[in-house]
Structures are given as structure tokens and as C-alpha cells.
């Protein structure tokens, strides 16, 4: 596969990805107006999701969008990327976790509710699905962490 056809994927996933986070975020400040019976400003919002103990289990995802987001930055996006991107996918989104911690567990309870968010996960299924179904390599934390120097390598040559 071609770098280009590589890096079309990569953008794939990660619209769909965005798509599925805006989604789920605006399910999540729905409900919390809701039940505090008023509307919650954006500053407020914010400060909510990254304070808030009943948001916590919402970190795997933001940290994984980060790292697409810096893997998408790169010239060069090998197979190994894909395969780690399809590993952990499968782990938030497509393997079920009951763990009551797990992002996977309160993922899945917004479907009863969040039609939306149904259709959502169904396009980032569409996208899954055609990612190369190879077992990531061992050092998958390592080569992720290492998304993140690409992207700040290529900033510091941009300013």
C-alpha cells in the first residue's frame, strides 16, 4: 500500500473519530443540563470534562485522538502505524470491556439514547473494518509516543 492510500485511511479513522467525540461530548452536556436544569457555558463545559471524576473514563479517547492527530502530521505513515491505530480501536470501540471503569463500558450506554452517536459508531466500523487486520507490533506504546515528536519536529519547521 501506498503512503497516500495509507495516510486516506489514517484520515478516515480520524474524521470519523472527530465526528464520534463531538457526538458523544455533546450526548454527555445534554444529559448534564438536564439534570442541573440549566444551561452550562462552554468555559464551564470544558472545565467539567477535564475535573470532573464521573468524565475520567473519557481520557482514553482524547489521548488517542491526540495521537492521530499527530500521526496525521506525518509524511511517512507505515503499516505498523495502521495496525497499532486498528488495535486500539478494537480495544475502545469494538471489544467488549465490563469493566464499569472502562471507556468502553460508559460508551456504550450513550447508544440507548444517542441514535446519533449509533450512526456514528457504525461509519468508524465502516472505516475499522477496511484498516489492515495485522497484530500491532510490541513496541506499540513506543512507536505511539513517537507520533507526537513527528508532529512537534514538523511544527518547529513551519514557525
Known sequence: MKSSAQHQELQTVRKSLHELQRLVLSALKKDRERIEGRVINPAEWF??????????????????????????ESNGIAEQDLAILRHELE?????????????????????????????????????????SNQPPPLNSDELRRGWHKIGVSRRKLLN
Open 47 to 72: 472545565q467539567t470534562l477535564i475535573s470532573a471524576p464521573e468524565f475520567q473514563w473519557l481520557k482514553p479517547l482524547n489521548s488517542f485522538l491526540s495521537d492521530l492527530d499527530a500521526l496525521s
Open 91 to 131: 480495544l475502545l470501540f469494538f471489544k467488549d470491556n465490563d469493566d464499569v471503569t472502562s471507556f468502553n463500558c460508559h460508551y456504550r450506554k450513550l447508544f440507548a439514547a444517542n441514535h446519533d452517536v449509533v450512526f456514528a459508531h457504525g461509519l468508524l466500523r465502516e472505516a475499522f473494518v477496511k484498516l
